[in-house]
């Protein structure tokens, strides 16, 4: 137990001295005036393209990271058609391979793993930790062009040509054998992994040094803990995958021998390097959507988050263990048998952590006061989803399954359930419970239900004949494949189509509600976290003034919800931060 | 579409019915867990719904709760990975007297060598009860060999033999697929695995004319004069040769290999990577020379004069 301890020297800066009675000090901000927040504040296309308000910021994210989400889906459409019959007919061959290479690289680099931290981590962390602004507001901003320059190469290697061999970039496949624009595609995945890591820099930098008085770390939501945890494996992963990469290019362009033994490489070193990062880089995409979840089951249970340290320690329990993993996608490489069984123990252990989440979560709905609306639905769709997907993991850990169903459907099943039905799922609700926060704007709720039950069924209906598909067999990335197949992949595909209507009504209602929804209020949901305790939208400096922290975080009344008003994390009223690091700051 | 579909896929060889086992084993832990999971969330969802009469008093805190629901979930895991282990062990432990078939794949094509000489491509022919042992290389990219009626899959690389071992239990047809992705027509990478008893598999091997491999690798010995440095011990400039197979040999800058398959193939393919003791490294690389079917004939053939000698 002594992360605590040395996360919270680390953590010692004159920010967070509570001045006895500081609750309004700073002066008023250009912007506070009454009806003026971070969207009315300016109006022109500059003034969001050299924004540096992290609010700002989040919302260029949004827009984007839906571009491409969009984008990677339209690509799975494509392939899920052509998979409904056995024959390779609807698109060639090539064709084929590129649109699951392009679905890939989409989805995992441009989507998925900006998707949570950088729209909603950029929003909210200053919110939630009573900031002003991020830690480093111009890396904010350099983050999104930098993102924006890697889609914009990803996007001419798909206008050029396109990439067809996997997200993966399998050597020596990418590095000497195949023919298309893979140079184009590697520097834009290089390059996009720097906006990760610009984001991660700045929510630790933002978490460990902005934090309002009286915010020690046990009183932090569990979203921070899950982006704090997530940053960190940024950091410490991201930078081997640009080194994997760059080492992929100049093997390309140059034939230095370093993958291919053709030049006198080593094709397996690709995939330690590349798993190195990939491993870990699925808890980035899932734990901030975990983050998520115990923010909204929290809220909509109306009960303080069962076991919170035990959550919290829990990210910060995978973010470790995923490091040590990453063999786990090598069991059939050849690789020693020995190295082969220690992968499948550690893989195996990764299990507790997140079981420990799932049975808190699901201990807070005990005696709780459950409301099943929108962003609920879509907490407890990720729990059911992530527990399905975690527990299919069991079977590819285990060393003597995995090597049946690498490669297969199955994997393809149990990362969807992941990486979907957990990262997508909790981002939906993510985006529907802060969109008041974000927009100042109700979404309508009947909606709301339709869509996330919809993408629910849809998604099960998607995956779930993948897993049986695996099982039989059926290789994954094939065009053509034996007619005994068919009739899970047409189920498969059948489900596709409802998923992506189910997508593209949140895309229509939540545009819609930006004009017509109800005004939302500061805080609609009767929520405890700071970022309630402000406007919504929020002012361009986010609080008005300063809050102070009293208590821990999520003390909601479990069985009276208040008729009117809400229940702080500050009581508007008090001005004396009495009880301020009651949990030992300092 | 298609009627012989099936929810389970056939199972063939002897590994199958014990990964099956595992497989639905953890099956039922996961059906029992997404069930327990899913089944409160509903109940507590519908009973300690906003509005429900039912009573919030006293709700629990108990440390043992965290407790409980970490250790009976590491011990299961802790059960899953050893008995995953164990098949796992004896997928990998090569029985002793197994028939050894190479295979070369090569972008659309599993090029197979049967020790009796018959050659094949994208088929493979086996015979029930007798343990059978794949040694494998790639010619490009990585491919995979995969037979999923044996539960066995295995990556076939490019530079380096992998091998997997199973032993047939039932005649039949059945896919054989390449896992890894290796290129534009990848999807057609695929062929049949034939299961045959052991005579009828005989009489299979005993059709059409063929080379043994060792005859083959005799061959190219002498075509590419590899005699003229390797003479025997003492004479020209290259060790001997009989009696390398499985000995342990000495290398310049210190160290010692064992010389099995691997170590012959890069002594011909790639011989500055290592170089025996007290030779100067002479040898030309035969890279350009031989594919890698030759190699895996001249290497029957080295392999025959240590049992010769
Ligand atoms: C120009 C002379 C020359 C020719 C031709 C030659 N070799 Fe060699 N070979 C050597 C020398 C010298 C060594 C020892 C130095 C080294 O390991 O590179 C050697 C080493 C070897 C070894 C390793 C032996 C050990 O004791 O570990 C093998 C196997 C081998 N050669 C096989 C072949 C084969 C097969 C051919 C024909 C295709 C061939 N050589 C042709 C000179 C030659
Ligand atoms: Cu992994
Ligand atoms: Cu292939």
């Given at each position: ?8 020297k ?6 967070h001295?509570?001045a006895?009675g ?6 008023a ?9 971070y ?5 022109n296309?500059w ?5 540096t308000?992290h609010?700002r ?17 339209a ?5 899920r058609l052509e ?5 390779g ?9 590129k ?7 989409i ?11 950088a729209?909603?981590?950029n929003?909210l962390v ?9 830690a ?5 901003l350099?983050s999104?062009?930098?993102y924006?320059?890697g ?8 206008l ?8 993966t970039?399998?050597?020596?496949y990418?590095s000497t054998y195949?023919?298309?624009n893979?140079?184009?595609a ?6 996009v992994g720097f906006?990760?890591?610009?984001t ?7 978490v460990h040094?902005m934090?309002?008085?009286g915010?020690s770390?046990?009183?932090l939501?569990l979203?921070?803990?899950a982006?704090?945890a997530t ?12 080194i ?7 093997e390309r ?7 291919d033994p053709?030049?006198g ?6 995939q ?6 990939s ?5 980035i ?13 929290s ?6 988050v069962f076991?919170?340290?035990?959550i919290?320690?829990?990210s ?11 063999g786990?996608?090598m069991f059939?490489?050849?690789?020693s048998?020995?190295?082969g ?15 420990i ?12 006061s459950?409301?099943w609306?929108?962003?609920m ?6 729990i059911g989803l992530?527990?399905?997907g975690?527990?299919t ?8 399954v ?6 297969t ?10 990486m ?9 609700g ?12 109700m979404?309508?709720e ?15 209906l998607?995956f ?6 695996g ?8 065009h053509?494949y ?10 498969s595909?059948a489900g596709a ?5 189910g997508?593209l009504?949140?895309?229509?209602y939540?545009?819609w509600?930006l ?5 939302a209020?500061?805080n609609?949901w009767?929520?405890t ?7 919504s939208?929020?002012?361009?400096h986010?609080?008005?003034?300063q809050?102070?922290?009293?208590t ?5 009344e479990p069985?009276?919800?208040?008729a009117q ?14 009880v301020?690091?009651?949990?030992g700051?300092r | 579409m298609?009627t012989?579909f099936s929810f389970?896929?056939?199972?063939a060889?002897t590994?199958?019915?014990r990964?099956d086992?595992v497989y ?8 029992f ?8 969330i ?6 300690y719904?906003r509005?429900s ?5 006293n ?8 407790i409980?629901?970490?250790v009976i ?5 802790i ?9 796992f062990?004896?997928?990998?432990t090569?029985p ?9 794949g ?7 060598q049967?020790?009796?000489?018959r ?10 009860g007798?343990p059978?042992k ?8 990585i ?14 690389l490019?530079?380096?033999?992998t091998?997997?071992w ?8 059945y896919?054989?697929?390449?896992a890894e992705y ?6 057609l ?17 005993a059709q ?12 190219l010995f002498e075509r590419?004069r ?5 003479k025997g011990?003492?004479?020209?400039p290259?060790p001997?040769l009989a009696?390398v197979?499985?000995?342990?040999v000495p290398l310049?800058?210190?160290g010692a290999?064992?010389?099995?398959e691997?170590y012959l ?5 790639d ?6 003791a007290?030779f ?6 035969f890279?350009t020379?031989l594919?890698?079917a ?7 053939y080295?392999?025959?004069l240590?049992?010769a000698e």
């Amino acid at each position: 137990m002594s992360t605590p301890e040395s996360v919270m020297k680390l953590s010692g800066t004159e920010t967070h001295e509570p001045a006895v009675g500081r609750v309004a000090p700073h002066s008023a901000h250009a912007g506070d005036q009454p009806g003026r927040n971070y969207l009315n504040a300016d109006y022109n296309l500059w003034s969001w393209l050299f924004t540096t308000d992290h609010k700002r910021v989040g919302i260029l994210y949004l827009i984007s990271i839906t571009l491409f989400f969009f984008l990677g889906g339209a690509a799975a459409v494509l392939f899920r058609l052509e998979l409904m019959t056995p024959r390779g007919d609807l698109v060639k061959a090539e064709s084929y391979n590129k649109l699951f290479t392009m679905h890939g690289i989409i989805m995992v680099f441009f989507f998925l793993i900006p998707a949570v931290p950088a729209v909603l981590g950029n929003f909210l962390v200053p919110l939630m930790v009573g900031a002003r602004d991020l830690a480093f507001p111009k890396l904010n901003l350099a983050s999104w062009y930098i993102y924006i320059i890697g889609g914009v190469f990803t996007i001419v290697a798909v206008l050029t040509g396109g990439v067809d061999t996997g997200w993966t970039f399998y050597t020596p496949y990418s590095s000497t054998y195949g023919n298309t624009n893979v140079l184009a595609a590697a520097v834009g995945v290089f390059v996009v992994g720097f906006s990760s890591i610009l984001t991660a820099v700045n929510i630790i930098a933002t978490v460990h040094t902005m934090r309002a008085p009286g915010l020690s770390w046990f009183r932090l939501p569990l979203f921070i803990w899950a982006h704090y945890a997530t940053s960190l494996v940024i950091l410490l992963g991201t930078p081997v995958l640009a080194i994997t990469v760059i080492l992929v290019g100049v093997e390309r362009a140059f034939r230095v021998g370093i993958f291919d033994p053709a030049l006198g490489g080593d094709p397996i070193l690709f995939q330690h390097l590349f798993w190195f990062y990939s491993h870990p880089a699925v808890y980035i995409m899932v734990l901030p959507a975990m983050g998520v979840v115990s923010e909204i089951i929290s809220c909509f249970a109306r009960r303080r988050v069962f076991g919170y340290k035990f959550i919290a320690f829990a990210s910060l329990a995978i973010a470790v263990l995923g490091f040590l993993v990453w063999g786990h996608h090598m069991f059939v490489t050849g690789q020693s048998m020995y190295a082969g069984l220690v992968f499948s123990f550690l893989s195996m252990l990764v299990a507790i952590p997140s079981a420990i989440k799932v049975f808190n979560w699901t201990a807070t709905l005990f005696k709780g006061s459950v409301l099943w609306n929108t962003a609920m639905l879509y907490a407890l769709g990720f729990i059911g989803l992530f527990t399905m997907g975690g527990l299919t993991g069991l079977f590819l850990a285990t060393i003597a399954v995995d090597v049946h169903v690498h490669d297969t459907y199955f994997i393809v099943a149990h990362f969807h359930y992941i990486m979907v039905g957990g990262s997508v799922m909790g981002y939906l609700g993510g985006i529907h419970y802060w969109w008041p926060k974000m927009t100042g704007r109700m979404y309508p709720e009947g909606w709301g239900r339709v869509a996330a039950i919809l993408i629910f069924f849809g998604f099960n209906l998607t995956f779930f004949p993948q897993f049986v598909l695996g099982y039989l067999g059926m290789p994954r990335r094939v065009h053509d494949y034996v007619p005994e197949f068919q009739i899970l992949n047409v189920m498969s595909s059948a489900g596709a189509s409802i998923l992506g209507i189910g997508y593209l009504l949140p895309l229509g209602y939540l545009i819609w509600s930006l004009r017509y929804g109800k005004p939302a209020g500061a805080n609609p949901w009767d929520a405890t976290g700071l970022e309630w305790q402000t406007d919504s939208p929020p002012p361009t400096h986010n609080f008005h003034e300063q809050p102070v922290v009293l208590t821990d975080a999520y003390l909601y009344e479990p069985w009276e919800p208040p008729a009117q008003g809400h229940l702080p994390q500050t009581p508007p009223q008090a001005h004396e931060p009495a009880v301020v690091g009651s949990e030992g700051q300092r | 579409m298609s009627t012989d579909f099936s929810f389970f896929p056939e199972a063939a060889s002897t590994i199958a019915p014990r990964v099956d086992a595992v497989y639905l084993f953890i099956l039922g832990i996961t059906v029992f867990f997404t069930l327990l999971i899913a089944g409160l969330i509903l109940s507590f969802g519908i009973h300690y719904r906003r509005g429900s009469k039912a009573s919030r008093e006293n709700p629990p805190t108990s440390i043992w709760l965290e407790i409980t629901w970490s250790v009976i979930p590491l011990i299961i895991v802790i059960g899953m990975f050893f008995w995953g282990a164990d098949v796992f062990v004896d997928m990998r432990t090569m029985p002793a007297g197994a028939m050894e078939i190479e295979i070369v794949g090569k972008q659309l094509m599993w090029k197979v060598q049967h020790p009796s000489g018959r050659a094949e491509i994208n088929t493979l022919h086996v015979p029930t009860g007798q343990p059978v042992k794949l040694r494998m290389i790639s010619e490009d990219v990585i491919h995979s060999y995969y037979i999923p009626a044996f539960r066995l899959k295995q990556d076939v690389l490019p530079g380096y033999y992998t091998d997997f071992w199973f032993e047939a239990t039932k005649p039949g047809d059945y896919h054989l697929f390449c896992a890894e992705y290796c290129g534009t027509e990848h999807s057609l990478m695929r062929g049949t695995v034939t299961v045959m008893d052991p005579d009828e598999f005989a009489r299979w091997s005993a059709q059409e004319s063929r080379t043994l491999p060792v005859e083959a690798g005799k061959e190219l010995f002498e075509r590419f004069r590899c005699g003229s440095c390797h003479k025997g011990a003492g004479a020209g400039p290259g060790p001997a040769l009989a009696g390398v197979y499985g000995s342990l040999v000495p290398l310049k800058g210190g160290g010692a290999v064992v010389a099995n398959e691997q170590y012959l193939r890069d002594s011909i393919l790639d011989p500055p990577k290592q170089v025996v003791a007290g030779f100067e490294p002479l040898m030309p690389s035969f890279k350009t020379l031989l594919s890698e079917a030759e190699v895996l004939q001249l290497i029957a053939y080295l392999k025959s004069l240590s049992v010769a000698e």
